[in-house]
C-alpha cells in the first residue's frame, strides 16, 4: 500500500474506499471549544495509541457514541466500520420474505428497479408474500476487515488517521460494468449542539481525573502507559494544573461498527506468520481475478462452470483472509464497548432515520432491499442474535443503573442497561475508557525530576 502524505494536524474522518458504500469522507462535528487540542507534532516523542472499538445492533447508537467520545477526548481519530463494506458482489446471498408494511415499496421495486441486486418472487399462493434473493450486507463475508485492520494499524503507528487509502479493487468491473451509479452515501454527521454543555462537564471531569492520575505517577515515580507524565512533555518544573491535559491523553482511535468483536470461545485458525502489505497485495490480485471472471462470465463465456467455481474458491480465500483479520483486529483493541439494545427499539431508531424512509421524504430508492422490515427481521437482526449470542448477559436489565463497573464479559464492557439513552450511556463509556486510560502504570520513571512539580 503505498504511502500518503501525513499532515501535522489530527484527521478526525476517514476518506471510505471507493468500493464502499460511503465513497467519501466523513469529517466528525467538531464546532465546539476543546480542551487544549494539540496534534501530535513533529520532533515530539511518539504518543501512545488508545484502540477503543465500540459494538451493538444496527441503531444502538453506535456512531452517536463515538461522535461524542472523540469530542470529549480532545486529539481522538474517528473509525466508522460502514466505510469498510465489500461490494456487494462479493457478498453471500441471503433469502427473506417481506412484511406487510414493505408492500407498497416492493411493488415500487417491481416497476422501478433501480439498482437491480434483488431477485423478487412469489410463491405462487399470495400476492402480499414475496420472497427476495439477495446480497447479505450484516455478515462478516461483507466487511472489508483486512483494510480496516490496515488503517488501524497505520494509526498505531503514527498516531494520525490517513486522509485515504488504496482500494482493493474496482466494484464496476466485480459487477460487471464500468461504473456503480448506485453507490450509496450512509451519513454519520451528527448535530452535537445540543451536547455542548454535556460534552464541556465531561471534558472537565476527564482534565481532572487525567492531572489527578498524573500527579501520582509523579509520586509513585511511575511512568504511565497511557497517561504521559508532565516531565515527559517539557513541564519538569511549574504547576501540573498549566500542563495541556490533551498532552498528556494518549491518541485515542474510536472504531465503531455492528461487526466489530469475535467469538473468543470459537477456535481461531490464523497463520503463525501475517505480514499486512503482503495479504493486501495478494487480496488485489484476488479481486482483479474476480473481476476478470465476472467479466468472461457476462460476455465471453456465460456460465462456463470452471469459471463460476474457480470465482467461487477465489471469494472464499478472500472471505477466509478477512475473517483473519477480523481476529487480528482484536487484539489491536484495547477497550471494547458493547451497547446492548432491545429488537423493538433497534427496529424503531433504525426506521425513523431518513435513509430508510421513501424517496423524496426520505433516502430509500426503489430495489434497496436491504432497507426493508423484511431484511431486519429475516436477515439483519437474526444474523446480529447468531454472531453476539455469547455476549448475552442475564443482568442486563432495562431499569439497572447505568454505572460503570470494572467488570468484563469475555473481554467486553457490556453496557449494564438495557436501551439506555445517549447520556447515561456517554458518561458510562467516559468512565471505561478513563479506566482503562488510569489502570495500566507499572514501569518505573527513574529519571523524572519531580520536586519542584506541585501536586493538585
Known amino acids: 500500500m503505498p504511502h500518503t502524505s501525513l499532515e501535522q494536524d489530527t484527521i478526525v474522518g476517514v476518506m471510505a474506499p471507493p468500493n464502499s458504500p460511503l465513497g467519501g469522507a466523513m469529517p466528525s462535528t467538531d464546532n465546539l471549544a476543546g480542551l487544549s487540542l494539540a496534534a501530535l507534532e513533529i520532533g515530539e516523542e511518539k504518543k501512545p495509541v488508545l484502540v477503543v ?27 466508522h466500520q460502514d466505510s469498510y463494506f465489500q461490494p456487494k458482489a462479493l457478498c453471500p446471498f441471503t433469502t427473506f420474505r417481506n412484511t406487510k408494511e414493505d408492500l407498497p415499496f416492493m411493488f415500487k421495486t417491481m416497476t422501478n ?19 427476495v434473493t439477495g446480497p447479505d450486507t450484516d455478515c462478516d463475508q461483507a466487511i472489508d476487515f483486512m483494510s480496516m485492520l490496515g488503517m488501524i494499524t497505520r494509526v498505531i503507528g503514527t498516531g494520525i488517521l490517513p486522509d485515504q487509502i488504496e482500494p482493493p479493487g474496482d466494484p464496476g468491473l466485480l459487477l460487471g460494468h464500468d461504473s456503480n451509479p448506485t453507490a450509496e452515501f450512509i451519513k454519520h454527521s451528527h448535530d452535537l449542539s445540543s451536547y455542548e454543555s454535556l460534552i464541556q462537564e465531561l471534558r472537565i471531569h476527564v482534565s481532572k481525573k487525567v492531572r489527578h492520575h498524573a500527579a501520582s505517577n509523579i509520586r509513585n515515580n511511575q511512568l504511565g502507559k497511557y497517561i504521559q507524565s508532565p516531565a515527559m512533555n517539557g513541564y519538569a518544573h511549574g504547576s501540573i494544573d498549566l500542563v495541556d491535559v490533551t498532552k498528556m491523553l494518549p491518541v485515542i482511535c474510536f472504531i465503531e461498527g455492528f461487526l466489530l468483536f469475535t467469538d473468543p470461545t470459537k477456535p481461531q485458525t490464523v497463520a503463525p506468520i501475517f505480514d499486512l502489505d503482503t495479504e493486501q497485495r495478494a487480496l488485489h490480485i484476488q479481486y482483479q481475478t474476480i473481476a476478470d471472471l465476472t467479466h468472461e462470465l457476462a460476455v465471453t463465456e456465460p456460465n462456463d462452470p470452471f469459471s463460476v467455481e474457480a ?3 477465489i471469494e472464499q480465500e478472500i472471505w477466509d483472509k478477512n475473517l483473519e483479520a477480523k481476529t487480528r483486529m482484536q487484539a489491536v483493541m484495547g477497550l471494547k464497548l458493547f ?34 422490515g423484511g431484511y431486519f427481521e429475516s436477515v439483519a437482526w437474526k444474523n446480529f442474535q447468531r454472531t453476539h449470542g455469547w455476549m448475552a448477559r442475564g443482568d ?20 449494564p442497561k438495557l436501551d439506555a439513552g445517549i447520556e447515561e450511556t ?5 468512565e471505561a475508557v478513563l479506566c482503562r486510560l488510569c489502570r495500566e502504570d507499572v514501569e518505573p520513571e527513574t529519571e523524572m525530576e519531580v520536586s519542584d512539580i506541585e501536586e493538585i
Request: net charge negative; hydrophobic share 30%; with cysteine.
Open 53 to 79: 472499538g465500540i459494538s451493538g445492533c444496527t441503531s444502538s447508537g453506535k456512531s452517536l457514541l463515538a461522535s461524542l467520545l472523540a469530542q470529549v477526548f480532545g486529539g481522538s481519530v474517528l473509525m
Open 113 to 131: 428497479n433501480e439498482t437491480g441486486e434483488y431477485f423478487i418472487t412469489s410463491d405462487g399462493y399470495a400476492t402480499t408474500n414475496y420472497h
Open 311 to 313: 470465482r467461487e474458491e
Open 339 to 372: 451497547l446492548p439494545t432491545g429488537k423493538e427499539t433497534a427496529m424503531e431508531r433504525r426506521f425513523a432515520r431518513s435513509e430508510y424512509r421513501d424517496w423524496p421524504e426520505g433516502e430509500r430508492a426503489p430495489g434497496q432491499m436491504w432497507k426493508t
Open 396 to 415: 442486563v436489565v432495562e431499569d439497572e443503573k447505568c454505572g460503570f463497573v470494572e467488570e468484563e464479559c469475555m473481554g467486553v464492557c457490556v453496557r
Open 426 to 430: 456517554l458518561r458510562w463509556a467516559v
